[in-house]
T-cell receptor, first 111, second 118 residues
Framework: DVKVTQSSRYLVKRTGEKVFLECVQD?????MFWYRQDPGLGLRLIYFSYDVKMKEKGDIPEGYSVSREKKERFSLILESASTNQTSMYLCASSLVGEKLFFGSGTQLSVL | AQTVTQSQPEMSVQEAETVTLSCTYDTSESDYYLFWYKQPPSRQMILVIR??????QNATENRFSVNFQKAAKSFSLKISDSQLGDAAMYFC???????????????FGQGTRLTINP
């Protein structure tokens, strides 16, 4: 079975901190995604990557950056965390044209 | 840009009854895929069912079936014989059929929280 692992299930950070959310997949998938989930808004795409060192902005990239130095790892970076970035963050991966596999999510609280 | 709309924030159903969750979408593409995902309290997203737009036949997976109306851009999920384990958030999602890198993302609806009453 494909495994997508997010490093933290819950995270509490202070305003202005630099935050790293890590995601690792074990099935050699080309595509990796970061989504943000908020009540009433569903899942919104922040960034995605289709190859090492390749990235594309999603629908809400402001305030975020990403890094993909190795194929299996896709990191989401909040350069200076703000309270409006309190949310659930979901990572996913897939082969081209195939279904997405999701991690279990990181609930981030920014105080 | 494609959009997906779920107009029912919450639904409830009696155990063993049937419930239908609604989803509409907007696209100018002719080749695409539609999905229903389930997210239980564990937060793990689980693929429930998938429909290819070029297939006229509605997809079914055991107690789960869809009503795909391509002209109306409607994609509803029917759950028959509802069970307590069906309680979850349900998300409708769209993906382009183009096999190019930028088209591989899923576009999600707002979600419907389904409660099963014993």
């Amino acid at each position: 079975d494909v495994k997508v692992t997010q490093s933290s299930r819950y995270l509490v950070k202070r305003t202005g901190e630099k935050v790293f959310l890590e995601c690792v997949q074990d099935m050699d998938h080309e595509n990796m995604f970061w989504y943000r989930q908020d009540p009433g808004l569903g899942l919104r795409l922040i960034y995605f990557s289709y190859d090492v060192k390749m990235k594309e902005k999603g629908d809400i990239p402001e305030g975020y950056s990403v890094s993909r130095e190795k194929k299996e790892r896709f990191s989401l970076i909040l350069e200076s965390a703000s309270t409006n970035q309190t949310s659930m963050y979901l990572c996913a991966s897939s082969l081209v044209g195939e279904k997405l596999f999701f991690g279990s999510g990181t609930q981030l609280s920014v105080l | 840009a494609q959009t997906v709309t779920q107009s029912q924030p919450e639904m409830s159903v009696q155990e063993a009854e049937t419930v239908t969750l609604s989803c509409t979408y907007d696209t100018s593409e002719s080749d695409y895929y539609l999905f229903w995902y389930k997210q239980p309290p564990s937060r793990q997203m689980i693929l429930v069912i998938r429909q290819e737009a070029y297939k006229q036949q509605n997809a079914t997976e055991n107690r789960f079936s869809v009503n795909f109306q391509k002209a109306a851009k409607s994609f509803s999920l029917k759950i028959s014989d509802s069970q307590l384990g069906d309680a979850a958030m349900y998300f409708c999602a769209y993906r382009s059929g183009f096999r190019i890198q930028g088209a591989q993302k899923l576009v999600f609806g707002q979600g419907t929280r389904l409660t099963i009453n014993p």
